[in-house]
């Protein structure tokens, strides 16, 4: 007669029951996990828009600043704002107005306005003021340090872009500025 030992066989079996709980533990403790790499996409996606907010800025300012330094009109004497296509420069290569990217409309603006540069220039008078020059040496201390002051108006520019969008499924609209100095260099 062969005996065989059912309690030996039981304890070793993995019931269905097990496998089913084993199951749902795993999936709730993925959900977690799933919420968190849905938020990481959308951040990602963000911080994408941002991106090519900044190259397009980047891109229109190196554009404007390749051009000569009347290009926008003989004097700027207030601050102009280019949004859309200006009809006076059609010769200008450079879009303003929308653009769409990825189903997202980027709205760049170009405002030119004039810029006042002060410059204070260290000057000092190495005369021996204050000292005998037969007796004592120069003292530094009575040199006579003065700050001379040059203005200059007209002939400096500042250039700024600006590019507008909005997220997908946001309502706020962000916007990223790029702003940069040009001189007239030109002798008259």
Same mark, same amino acid.
């Given at each position: 007669?062969?005996? !065989?030992?059912?309690?030996?066989?039981?304890? %070793?079996?993995?019931?269905?029951?097990?496998?089913?709980?084993?199951?749902?533990?795993?999936?709730?403790?993925?959900?977690? !996990?799933?919420?968190?790499? $849905?938020? /990481? !996409?959308?951040?990602?996606?963000?911080?994408?828009?941002?991106?090519?907010?900044?190259?397009?800025?980047?891109? &229109?300012?190196? !554009?404007?600043?390749?051009?000569? =330094?009347?290009?926008?009109? &003989? $004097?700027?004497? /207030?601050?102009?704002?280019?949004?859309?296509?200006?009809?006076?420069?059609?010769?200008?290569?450079?879009?303003?107005?929308?653009?769409?990217?990825?189903?997202?409309? *980027? &709205?760049?603006?170009?405002?030119?306005?004039?810029?006042?540069?002060? *410059?204070?220039?260290?000057?000092?008078?190495? $005369?021996?003021?204050?000292?005998?020059?037969? %007796?004592?040496?120069?003292?530094?201390?009575?040199?006579?340090?003065?700050?001379?002051? =040059?203005?200059?108006?007209?002939?400096?520019?500042? =250039?700024?872009?600006?590019? &507008?969008?909005?997220?997908?499924?946001? /309502?706020?609209?962000?916007? =990223?500025?790029? /702003?940069?100095? %040009?001189?007239?260099?030109?002798? %008259?």
């Amino acid at each position: 007669m062969i005996n !065989i030992n059912c309690s030996k066989r039981n304890k %070793k079996a993995v019931t269905l029951a097990e496998i089913l709980l084993a199951c749902v533990l795993m999936a709730l403790a993925f959900l977690p !996990i799933m919420g968190l790499m $849905s938020s /990481s !996409i959308k951040i990602t996606e963000q911080d994408e828009n941002t991106q090519r907010a900044v190259r397009l800025c980047q891109e &229109k300012l190196n !554009i404007v600043m390749q051009m000569p =330094y009347d290009t926008f009109g &003989k $004097s700027i004497t /207030s601050k102009m704002t280019l949004d859309t296509t200006d009809k006076k420069n059609k010769d200008i290569a450079l879009v303003l107005g929308e653009e769409v990217f990825d189903g997202i409309p *980027y &709205k760049s603006i170009l405002t030119i306005e004039p810029y006042t540069v002060i *410059y204070h220039v260290p000057t000092c008078d190495f $005369s021996l003021k204050g000292a005998d020059t037969k %007796k004592a040496a120069p003292n530094p201390a009575n040199w006579g340090w003065t700050d001379l002051t =040059y203005t200059v108006t007209g002939k400096v520019l500042r =250039y700024s872009v600006t590019v &507008k969008w909005k997220d997908h499924g946001k /309502s706020n609209e962000k916007e =990223y500025t790029l /702003s940069t100095l %040009k001189a007239d260099l030109r002798k %008259k």
